[in-house]
T-cell receptor, first 118, second 115 residues
Framework: NAGVMQNPRHLVRRRGQEARLRCSPM?????VYWYRQLPEEGLKFMVY????????ESGMPKERFSAEFPKEGPSILRIQQVVRGDSAAYFC????????????????FGPGTRLTVL | AQTVTQSQPEMSVQEAETVTLSCTYD???????LFWYKQPPSRQMILVIR??????QNATENRFSVNFQKAAKSFSLKISDSQLGDAAMYFC????????????FGQGTRLTINP
């Protein structure tokens, strides 16, 4: 059973370009979470999605950032008009549907995408 | 809002010795979960150990154990018989038992193992 997959692993963009980060959850998982890790900091929650629904976007910047998790295909985190401050590692995590969750509802993390904005 | 604080940016320990990493948190909730994650240089987040707040017994996973003090809102990680492969960033994290599913992370502690 493959783990959470993220691509690309490394992404370089120039200021003003768009960045698209993809996350394929573990098989059977329908919940996806995105976190951002700035250099030398802990992970910060951005958004929590279920298939075709945004459940909690309290950590998303108000502008330029959006996320989706369509019925088919991976979850996408999109950053428009990137700036140098967007340089960070972006992690995706997934967990199973509510009816299959154990007491911990463990989130399984992908390897992350390191975004560098020149 | 919940917060998690790790007051030790860096720690070091001799191989085979024991080290304790500190974590405190702030919450008004009575039911929640606490986690320790390891992040080696590969950056992959690896779950080390977890604790349910309503359980008084401290969790243990092989060489890793926690000291959970609910009244003090403290959740420290003890690593016994430290090994070179334990070198990594360690993050303490909080999650509500109800409602919000997000993990709230501390700033991390970089652990160095001296041979």
């Amino acid at each position: 059973n493959a783990g959470v997959m993220q691509n690309p692993r490394h992404l370089v963009r120039r200021r003003g370009q768009e960045a698209r980060l993809r996350c394929s959850p573990m098989k059977g998982h329908s919940h996806v979470y995105w976190y951002r890790q700035l250099p030398e900091e802990g992970l910060k929650f951005m958004v929590y999605l279920q298939k075709e629904n945004i459940i909690d976007e309290s950590g998303m910047p108000k502008e330029r950032f959006s996320a989706e998790f369509p019925k088919e295909g991976p979850s996408i985190l999109r950053i428009q008009q990137v700036v140098r401050g967007d340089s960070a590692a972006y992690f995706c995590a997934s967990s199973p549907p509510n009816f299959r969750q154990g007491p911990y509802n463990e989130q399984f993390f992908g390897p992350g995408t390191r975004l560098t904005v020149l | 809002a919940q917060t998690v604080t790790q007051s030790q940016p860096e720690m070091s320990v001799q191989e085979a010795e024991t080290v304790t990493l500190s974590c405190t948190y702030d919450t008004s909730e009575s039911d929640y979960y606490l986690f320790w994650y390891k992040q080696p240089p590969s950056r992959q987040m690896i779950l080390v150990i977890r604790q349910e707040a309503y359980k008084q017994q401290n969790a243990t996973e092989n060489r890793f154990s926690v000291n959970f003090q609910k009244a003090a809102k403290s959740f420290s990680l003890k690593i016994s018989d430290s090994q070179l492969g334990d070198a990594a960033m360690y993050f303490c994290a909080y999650r509500s038992a109800e409602g919000a599913q997000k993990l709230v992370f501390g700033q991390g502690t970089r652990l160095t193992i001296n041979p």
